[in-house]
C-alpha cells in the first residue's frame, strides 16, 4: 500500500507541495503566535480567499488570486494598524465579514459563468489533491521567499514583539519589520490556503507552532520543532487520506480534513502530555 | 528625529532645548529645557497625563518634538531605554538571555549565529541587574519586577552613555521599589552612565536625585532638588498652593488646599 502510495504522481506532488508549505507555516507560525497575531492570520485568509475566488472569473490560478489578495490586504492592514484593528471588534468583524461574503458571491458566479464546479471546494477546502504540476516551482519559490523574509528580519521582529518603541530605541526600523512580518505572514497562509484551504489554512499555521512552543524556550528550536511537526503531519495526512479511500469503497476522506485532524491531535496530545509531566509550565523561580 | 544640535557640549550627555509637542492639536510639553551630565541621575517627575512619557519619548528619538532640538548619543548602543511593562505571551519563545542579548546584536538582520563571544556580556549585565536565577526562564513568566531587571539588563548591555527608563517604581512595592533605587545608583557610580528616569512621586528618588525636572500644565521646573522642590517653585509650577513637607527623613510633596486640621 505505500509502494502505491509513494508511486502514484498525485501523492508526489502533494507530499512536494504539502512539505514545503507546511514548513513555511510552521516557522511563520512561531512568530505568528509569540507576536499574538493569530487574529491577523485568519484575516488575511478570509481576505486571501475574495482574491482565490475571483481569479477562477479572470480565468488565473487561484494561487495567484490568493497570493496578490493576500499581500495587498497585510499591507493595507499593517497602514490601518493591526494593533488598532484588533481594539475594534465591530468594524472589523464587518469587513471581514463582507469579504466573506464576496467570496461566497464570486463562489457562485465560478460555477454559473466560469463552469468551474469545483471552485468553491477548491478555494474553502484546497486542492493538494488536485495541483497542477507546473505550479509546483512557482508555490516553491514563494515558500523560499516568505523564509527568507523571515530570516532577514528574524531579530528586527523579536525585539518588536518585545516592545515597538524599544525595538525603535535600538534603531529598529520598526515599520519595516512589522510590515514585511505581515506580509510573510500573507504568503504563510495563502500557500496553506491553496493547499488545505481558506477555512483550515490557520490551522495549520498556529497547530504546529503552539505545539513546538510547549516544548522548547528558544525561538529558533521552536521554528525547526514546529516545521517539522508540520511536515509529518501533512504526510500523515496525505496518507490517511490516500488509504482511506479502500476503506469507504471510492470516497476518500478529503485531505484537509486528515491534515487539520493530525495538527488537532497533536496539540491535545502535546497537551496531555505536558500535564503529565507538569512541563508546559516550568516554573521561572522557585 | 530633531535636527541634532551643531556644537556638541562634552559636558552632557544629553542636551534638550525648547521642547514643544503637541498631541492632536492639545499642547503637551511647551518650550522645556533640560541638561544631562555623565553619570548623573535626573527625575521627570509629573502625574500621569503631565508629558513625562512624552518627554522621554522626545529625548529617546523615537517621537519628533514640534519644536525644539536635542543632543543625544547615538541611538543604537548610546541609549539604553527600559519601558514601563512589556505585554508578552508566557509561551514566547525568549528566554531572559536572549532579550539581553537582542541589546547587544536586536537591529542587526538575519538568524542570529555566532552569538557565543556575547555571551559573557551577557552575563555581566544579568548579573549586575540581579537576573542571573532567571536567566532561562521565558520572559513572558516573570513577574512585572523581575521583567524589569531583564530589561535593565538589556539596556546596559551594550553600555549606553544614558539610560532612560519610564516609571520603573510605578507597579513595584515599597521594598521593591528601594531596591530598584539602590541599583540605578550602583549603576551610575560604577559605570558612570547618566540615568534619566520619569516617576509621578519623587519620594523614594529623591536621596538619589542629582537633578529634576518638575512637569505641569506642560512647562517644567527644572534644577537641582534644592532649587525645584520648594513650597514656591512648585506653587508656581502647579498654579495652587503646594507644600513640601520633610518627615521621618523623607520629602513629600502634597497639594496644600482642602485638607485642614478641624
Given amino acids: 500500500m505505500l509502494s502505491a502510495f509513494f508511486a502514484s504522481p498525485t501523492v508526489q506532488t502533494a507530499l512536494v507541495v504539502g512539505s514545503v508549505v507546511a514548513a513555511v507555516s510552521g516557522i511563520v507560525g512561531v512568530f505568528t503566535v509569540t507576536r499574538g497575531q493569530s487574529f491577523a492570520g485568519h484575516a488575511l485568509a478570509d481576505l486571501g480567499a475574495v482574491g482565490g475566488s475571483g481569479a477562477f472569473l479572470l480565468g488565473i490560478s487561484q494561487l495567484w488570486g490568493f497570493v496578490l489578495a493576500g499581500v495587498v490586504s497585510a499591507v493595507a492592514m499593517e497602514a490601518i494598524g493591526t494593533r488598532r484593528l484588533e481594539g475594534r471588534d465591530v468594524a472589523t468583524g464587518v469587513v471581514f465579514g463582507a469579504g466573506m461574503g464576496l467570496t461566497a458571491l464570486f463562489l457562485t458566479l465560478d460555477t454559473l459563468i466560469g463552469g468551474s464546479s469545483n471552485a468553491a471546494i477548491s478555494v474553502l477546502f484546497g486542492s493538494l489533491f488536485s495541483l497542477d504540476t507546473r505550479l509546483v516551482p512557482v508555490i516553491v519559490v514563494l515558500a523560499l521567499v516568505t523564509l527568507m523574509i523571515v530570516a532577514v528580519i528574524w531579530r528586527w521582529v523579536s525585539l518588536e514583539t518585545l516592545d515597538r518603541d524599544l525595538a525603535a530605541a535600538r534603531g529598529v526600523p520598526t515599520r519595516w519589520a512589522s510590515t514585511l512580518f505581515l506580509i510573510a505572514l500573507a504568503l504563510a497562509v495563502q500557500l496553506s490556503s491553496l493547499s488545505i484551504g481558506a477555512i483550515l489554512s490557520t490551522a495549520l499555521l498556529i497547530g504546529p507552532a503552539a505545539t513546538a512552543l510547549l516544548f522548547t524556550r528558544r525561538l529558533g528550536t521552536a521554528a525547526a520543532l514546529a516545521a517539522m511537526t508540520a511536515v509529518v503531519q501533512v504526510g500523515v495526512g496525505c496518507l490517511v487520506s490516500f488509504v482511506s479511500y479502500d476503506w469507504f469503497g471510492g470516497s476518500s476522506w478529503p485531505v484537509s480534513f486528515t491534515i487539520v485532524a493530525a495538527v488537532f491531535l497533536t496539540y491535545v496530545g502535546a497537551r496531555a502530555v505536558c500535564a503529565l509531566r507538569g512541563f508546559a509550565h516550568p516554573t521561572a523561580v522557585a | ?262
Avoid at chain 2, 544629553?14 to 503637551?28: D, E
Avoid at chain 2, 502634597?254 to 486640621?261: M, N, S
Wanted: glycine share 10%; no cysteine.
Fill in chain 2, 1 to 262: 528625529m530633531s535636527e541634532p544640535s551643531p556644537r556638541r557640549d562634552p559636558d552632557v550627555v544629553l542636551r534638550a532645548r525648547g521642547i514643544a509637542v503637541r498631541l492632536g492639536g492639545v499642547p503637551v510639553l511647551d518650550d522645556v529645557d533640560l541638561d544631562v551630565p555623565p553619570g548623573a541621575i535626573v527625575g521627570l517627575i509629573g502625574a500621569n497625563g503631565a508629558g513625562k512619557t512624552t518627554l522621554l519619548r522626545v529625548l529617546l528619538g523615537i517621537l519628533r518634538p514640534h519644536s525644539g532640538r536635542v543632543q543625544r548619543p547615538d541611538r543604537r548602543a548610546g541609549i539604553g531605554y527600559v519601558p514601563q511593562k512589556i505585554a508578552l505571551d508566557p509561551h514566547a519563545p525568549l528566554r531572559a538571555r536572549d532579550v539581553v542579548m537582542l541589546g547587544l546584536d536586536g537591529a542587526r538582520l538575519g538568524i542570529p549565529l555566532g552569538r557565543a563571544r556575547l555571551r559573557g556580556a551577557v552575563d555581566d549585565a544579568l548579573t549586575q541587574v540581579g537576573a542571573t536565577e532567571f536567566a532561562d526562564a521565558r520572559v513572558g513568566e516573570l513577574s512585572g519586577g523581575q521583567q524589569q531587571r531583564v530589561l535593565l539588563a538589556h539596556a546596559i548591555v551594550s553600555r549606553p552613555a544614558l539610560l532612560l527608563l519610564d516609571e520603573p517604581l510605578a507597579s513595584l512595592d515599597p521594598v521593591s521599589a528601594r531596591d530598584v533605587v539602590v541599583l540605578l545608583d550602583e549603576l551610575r557610580r560604577q559605570s558612570g552612565v547618566a540615568i534619566v528616569v520619569t516617576a509621578h512621586d519623587l519620594t523614594l528618588l529623591l536621596p538619589v536625585l542629582d537633578r529634576v525636572a518638575y512637569l505641569a500644565g506642560g512647562r517644567a521646573a527644572v534644577g537641582t532638588p534644592a532649587e525645584v522642590v520648594r513650597d514656591d517653585v512648585l506653587s508656581a509650577l502647579y498654579r495652587r498652593p503646594m507644600r513640601v513637607i520633610e518627615a521621618a527623613e523623607r520629602t513629600f510633596v502634597v497639594a496644600d488646599e482642602g485638607v485642614t486640621d478641624a
